[in-house]
Every structure is written in structure tokens, then in C-alpha cells.
């Protein structure tokens, strides 16, 4: 069952649109398992005494555990490529291997092969021109490196469609820092009220804008509900960006 929370409250249509890029305009990690599996499916032969499920359990493990220590993870995202090879080096040495320059080949390919997979959530730059056109103001604020996010929005033409973008490598602070939503909206010349923010990190997007007032809607793109031990509460759910509309009468979540 989808566990999906409604503020009763309906806010006035916003001005200003604050919008997350990985996952919510681009895919990101809806392809890191494929991915890693193709990659490892590649390179099992030549790591002794493993197979490719036995090395992606390895790798996907030793990431978890690093990925949820939360000053890893603001420093880890700044230089992805440099963690992966960390990562993948610690991992094939807990299936009892050691071969850093296989470990970066290794990670090496996984960075070139993601980012070659990478492509718009579906109806996603459609929504935002859309939204664009209406004459709303449009910020993108994306965690994660400079160059990383930078090659994203050239690939995808998104930088012409927003008013304002705000990446955390080049702005020096991330999501959910209260800087990062006040810069956004103070370049939009927006006040919180009349802000919407947008993304799929229920602590970095949807709380770290829920504690300045800002009206913050989840995008829940793997179809699995709110956890049962969360405790952020977004004001709307859907699943894309396709769903968000900016209809009074149906104000953000289409049918289904």
C-alpha cells in the first residue's frame, strides 16, 4: 500500500518553482543498478574467486555503508568518480582480491557507462517549459559536483529553461542547508510563501524546504510510498514531474 501523506491546506499557485535535477528531471539512480550489474558481469572474470552477482553485492554493500554516514556523503558526492574507486578498492578486497588498478578500471567504466545511460525522466523538460511559458521562475538546485551536474544540464539543454541554477560544488553549501533555499529564492525574487520546491530526497528536498515554510511536493519515482519510519511528511506526492500540474482544482497530483 502507497503510504502517502496530503496537507488539507491547498497553497496559492507559486511564483517561483524550485526543482531537484538527479532522478527528478534526470534518471540517476534508476540506472546504477543496471549498471553496475553490466559492469560487473565485465570485469568478475578477472577478479579471482568471484562471480558478477558475488562482486556487485560487494560493491553495492561497502557503498551502502559509506553512503549512509551523512559527512561522507557531502563530501563523497563532490568528487564521485575518486569515491567509486575508493569504493570499488574496498570492495573487492572484502571478497579477498587486491588490484587497485583493476578497482579503478573497474569504477572507471561504471562513471563512462552511467552517464552514457543517462536521459530525461520522461515529460520532464516538457512539464518545465510548460511551466516556464506560464510564466512561472524556475531554479534548479542539484547537489553533487560541478562538473558532474554541469555535463548533465549541456546534455540536456536544461540550462535555457531555468531563470536560476544553483549546484552544490560550485555554491559551496548543499541541500538541505537553509542557504541553498534562500539564495535560490532570493535570485527568483520569491518568498517562501508563494515557493514550491520539488524533488525526490525526502531530508535533503522535502524537509529541508518544509522547515523555511516553503510548500514541498516528493516525487516518489520509485512507486514505493513514504517509509513507515519516515518522518518527513511531504505536502503532495507524485510520481513524475508529468503529474505535477498547477491547477487550483487539482492542484498537484493527477490520476492514477
Not at 14 to 43: N, Q, Y
Not at 184 to 207: C, Q, Y
Amino acid at each position: 500500500m502507497v503510504n502517502t501523506f496530503y496537507n488539507t491546506c491547498v497553497p496559492c499557485l507559486p511564483r517561483g518553482l524550485l526543482v531537484d535535477l538527479d532522478d527528478t528531471i534526470v534518471t540517476d539512480d534508476a540506472v546504477s543498478e543496471k549498471t553496475w550489474r553490466s559492469v560487473c558481469r565485465r570485469f568478475a572474470p578477472s577478479v579471482e574467486n568471484t562471480n558478477p552477482d558475488t562482486l556487485y553485492e560487494s560493491i553495492r554493500n561497502v557503498a551502502k555503508q559509506y553512503w549512509k554516514d551523512q559527512e561522507n556523503h557531502r563530501k563523497g558526492r563532490l568528487s564521485l568518480a575518486a569515491t567509486r574507486r575508493q569504493l570499488v578498492r574496498l570492495a573487492i578486497r572484502e571478497i579477498g582480491f587486491s588490484d587497485d588498478r583493476l578497482a579503478d578500471r573497474i569504477a572507471d567504466t561504471y562513471t563512462v557507462e552511467k552517464e552514457l545511460a543517462l536521459e530525461p525522466v520522461p515529460g520532464a523538460v516538457e512539464m518545465l517549459r510548460s511551466f516556464k511559458n506560464m510564466g512561472l521562475r524556475l531554479a534548479l538546485v542539484t547537489n553533487g559536483g560541478s562538473d558532474v551536474q554541469r555535463r548533465k544540464i549541456e546534455k540536456f539543454a536544461l540550462g535555457c529553461i531555468f531563470d536560476f541554477i544553483l549546484i552544490e560544488g560550485e555554491f559551496g553549501m548543499g541541500k538541505p542547508h537553509p542557504s541553498v533555499f534562500v539564495s535560490a529564492m532570493k535570485a527568483l525574487n520569491v518568498e517562501a510563501s508563494e515557493t514550491w520546491m520539488v524533488g525526490d530526497d525526502l531530508e535533503r528536498d522535502i524537509a529541508g524546504a518544509q522547515r523555511l515554510g516553503i510548500y514541498s511536493v516528493w516525487v516518489d519515482w520509485r512507486g514505493g510510498g513514504l517509509p513507515l519510519s519516515s518522518v518527513v511528511l511531504p505536502d503532495r506526492t507524485v510520481k513524475t514531474l508529468v503529474q505535477l500540474t498547477l491547477s487550483s482544482s487539482q492542484p498537484l497530483l493527477s490520476p492514477q
